[in-house]
């Protein structure tokens, strides 16, 4: 058994980039930005970050290319492939491209586009306020404590 699938959340690096294929399909172009954070051995915070090359195809470029716009939060999920050709010197380049099967917007900030929660909408203001109570551990999660 194979399995080849992608799931990322992460911030777009730049707007999208729209086409259209000869058959009149539209492919969106985009890169999403990553980060993992960590402490070392001596305790110091670490961060690293990766860039993924996203295609999107059909009428999800459509919306991709309307909505998304560089610095908008999104969920990619997909397949991973990687393509090569030749440049005009005749070097062989590749790359390797999350091909979307699905995304999703994530949350937007002031004024935001529909289906993402807005702040300043009246109707989730008992959301905001029960998101205002939650009160957070002071103390770090040991992971040696973790029975599993």
Do not use: C
């Not at 909505?67 to 997909?78: A, D, H, P, R």
């Not at 070097?91 to 004024?111: L, M, S, V």
């Not at 959301?127 to 404590?145: F, G, L, M, R, S």
């Amino acid at each position: 058994m194979y399995l080849n699938k992608a799931i990322i959340i992460g911030n777009l690096t730049r707007d999208p980039e729209i086409k259209a294929l000869p058959s009149g399909v539209k492919v969106a172009s985009f890169s999403v930005a990553t980060n993992r954070v960590w402490k070392d051995k001596n305790g110091v915070k670490q961060e690293n970050v990766d860039y993924h090359n996203v295609v999107v195809f059909g009428r999800q470029a459509d919306i991709v290319g309307q909505y998304m716009k560089k610095g908008s939060s999104i969920l990619v999920e997909g397949r991973m492939q990687t393509r090569s050709w030749d440049d005009a010197g005749g070097t062989k380049k590749y790359r390797t491209e999350i091909i979307a099967d699905r995304i999703q917007f994530g949350p937007r900030k002031e004024g935001g586009a529909p289906g993402n929660y807005n702040p300043s909408s009246p109707a989730d203001d008992d959301h905001k306020k029960a998101i205002d109570t939650i009160e957070y551990p002071e103390e770090e999660i040991n992971p040696e404590d973790i029975p599993f």
